[in-house]
């Protein structure tokens, strides 16, 4: 931001003059984060590509301690634009609070590279190694490292209402993730919903990232099952995908929505592990189980998404060295980069049902990963005392630390839910 001084009447004028970014600018120097903030988001919303926008709510919410979605925001900046060093010290920053020392490391690192000098990197880089930190980093390289370059605009980078290949029209955002974004969108040929799979522009200049994308349709093409979400269309020209829109929003929403128990939701578990079971005949592993890849069609079926980090046995897509997944349900094994196999997907499904049966997950806090690896969980009916000690025994044998200690298939795991 520039070094301007702003009076609350500026910045109600620039407002008023439809100049936003100046005006949550004016608000931001002003201390009025809340203002500032809907300014950028509106924005956002109408550019959902424009970089400028992006880095400065990232930086906002790095203000605000937002650390996850600030590192989102940031991200998606890429470190080829004119804000690429002062978005590494910010996303350095956020990864240090977060607790991921070695993602926040790297950062400084890469600063470094681009300027030696850039304020206080060195200095902060140099107390990341201070005793405390180095033991927990080495278990917690979990952040994808890639040198992003600024794309061609394209058609589908803009707000709702515009068209992606005369096609598909635009309606809202759904959500977003480490690849892309994803859309709802009405299919103006074949009348009706569907859900568009974006991947980010930043990542498509670089031709792994685009192969990790496309392998997802490869996998799902090859994945009839009433429980996993159905392909639809592929352009690889426009790098995005076309699926089936799936209504019900992510298991925890349903759940938030419904108000249902634990209980309740076990059949729509017991569909997911069917679906597992499919995908671990074909030498699949997810390796990304969480409920926001549970998605709900309705109130009798569940559907399963996200293979965008899937790994096929004996396959190397995947950078080495590097550990994708979403930390509070990762295995052991997956943390530690060690080789896995379709177990460490039902150690996954045990921290669902950890989370659904006690209303929170089996670890939290910075030293997660550490917890996962080494930490026996807290015995669920200790947490809530109504947890039958059946369910109890399951949800813990799906958390064993040795994957021999776990159920040994998905289908055995199913069969005992399906008993308590």
């Known amino acids: 931001m520039h070094t301007h ?21 004016a608000y931001c120097k002003l201390g009025d984060y809340p203002k500032a903030e809907a300014i950028y988001r509106m924005l956002e919303q109408r550019f959902p590509f424009h ?10 919410l790095t203000l605000t301690q937002h650390w996850d979605e600030a590192i989102a925001k940031l991200q998606e900046v890429g470190n080829s634009s004119s804000y690429s060093e002062e978005s590494l010290y910010l996303l350095a920053e956020c990864f240090r609070n977060k607790g991921l020392i070695h993602a926040a490391r790297e950062m400084y690192a890469d600063l470094l590279e681009r300027n030696y000098h850039y304020k206080d990197a060195r200095e902060q880089l140099r107390s990341l190694d201070a005793p405390g930190f180095s033991e927990l980093a080495a278990i917690q390289h979990t952040i994808v490292h890639s040198s992003p370059s600024t794309p061609a605009s394209s058609p589908y980078q803009t707000m709702q209402g515009f068209a992606v290949e005369d096609r598909y029209a635009i309606v809202e955002e759904l959500g977003r993730g480490g690849m892309g974004i994803v859309y709802k969108a009405e299919d103006t040929r074949e009348h009706r919903l569907v859900a568009i799979k974006v991947l980010s522009p930043y990542l498509a200049t670089e031709q ?3 192969l990790r994308f496309f392998r997802e349709a490869e996998i799902v093409a090859g994945l009839r099952h009433p429980h996993i979400v159905t392909l639809l269309n592929v352009n690889q020209h426009d790098n995005f995908l076309v699926m089936e829109y799936v209504p019900g929003g992510t298991l925890t929403h349903w759940r938030r929505q419904h108000d249902l128990n634990a209980q309740e939701l076990f ?40 293979f965008g980090i899937a790994h096929i046995c004996g396959a190397t897509i995947t950078r080495t060295g590097t550990h994708l997944g979403t930390i509070p349900y990762m295995s052991p094994e997956q943390i530690l980069g060690t080789p896995l ?17 006690t209303g929170r997950l089996p670890f939290s806090g910075d030293e997660m990963s550490y917890h996962h690896v080494h930490t ?27 994957p021999d200690e776990r159920y ?8 005992a839910l399906l008993t308590l």
């Open 267 to 306: 059949p729509f578990i017991a569909q997911i592990l069917d679906a597992l079971s499919a995908v671990h005949r074909q030498g699949i592993i997810h390796r990304d189980i969480k409920p926001e890849n549970i998605l709900i069609a309705d109130r009798s079926t569940a559907k399963l998404t996200d």
């Open 341 to 357: 196999d379709h177990r460490s997907d039902i150690y996954s499904i045990g921290v669902v049902l950890y989370e659904l049966a």
């Open 5 to 25: 001084s702003y009076t609350l009447a500026d910045a109600k004028a620039l407002e008023r003059a439809k100049d936003y970014a100046k005006a949550a600018e």
């Open 208 to 210: 792994h990232n685009r």
């Open 51 to 60: 970089k400028n926008i992006k880095f400065h709510l990232g930086k906002l």
């Open 376 to 402: 026996p969980p807290p015995l669920p009916q200790e947490v809530d005392g109504t947890i039958a000690s059946e369910l109890g025994e399951l949800i813990l044998r799906c958390l064993a630390k040795d």
């Open 408 to 415: 040994q298939d998905v289908n055995a795991l199913r069969q």
